[in-house]
């Protein structure tokens, strides 16, 4: 049986960059489970699971519009420690949790400090990237 949308599946994988280093990996925890066509995983995965069998692996690479789109330069931004609590400090690299006026939350990630407060980045840490994934499918459930 060849998974297909709609179903739900068991997937290990292995995330590389383009340079070959890994990522992040289920290796060596559990599997991800997901229904295919849910759009919980980006459509470049979800695609490559399609037509492979349980225990099959492959390799596929996937292009930036089939992840998590093209760097947004405008998504990068200064935050003012005047708009900050007292007590906020983050380290360069850091990932930290903001909130729209309307209440919302969203990621960003601490790229710089500036003379008014820090420099923000609020794309994906892959957006723009070529992913290249080892994929195993682990089961079809159903």
């Given at each position: 049986m060849q998974a297909?949308?709609?179903d739900r599946v068991k997937v290990h994988y292995t995330l590389k960059d383009a340079n070959g280093n890994v990522v992040e990996t289920s290796v060596k925890t559990a599997p991800i489970e997901f229904t295919i066509g849910e759009g919980t995983a980006i459509p470049g995965f979800e695609r490559g699971i399609v037509g492979m069998s349980a225990?099959?692996?492959?390799t596929i690479t996937i292009p930036p519009?089939?992840?998590y789109g093209p760097r947004d330069e405008r998504k990068v931004f200064e935050f003012r420690r005047e708009n900050a609590p007292a007590d906020f400090d983050p380290q360069i690299g850091q990932t930290v949790q903001?909130?729209?006026p309307d209440g919302s939350?969203?990621?960003v990630t601490v790229v710089d400090r500036t003379e008014n407060g820090f420099m923000m980045d609020a794309?994906?840490?892959?957006?723009g990237?070529?992913?290249i994934f080892d994929l195993q499918l682990v089961e079809i459930v159903g």
């Open positions: 297909k949308a709609g225990n099959e692996t492959k519009e089939d992840a903001m909130h729209k939350s969203f990621f794309n994906h840490p892959l957006a990237k070529e992913l």
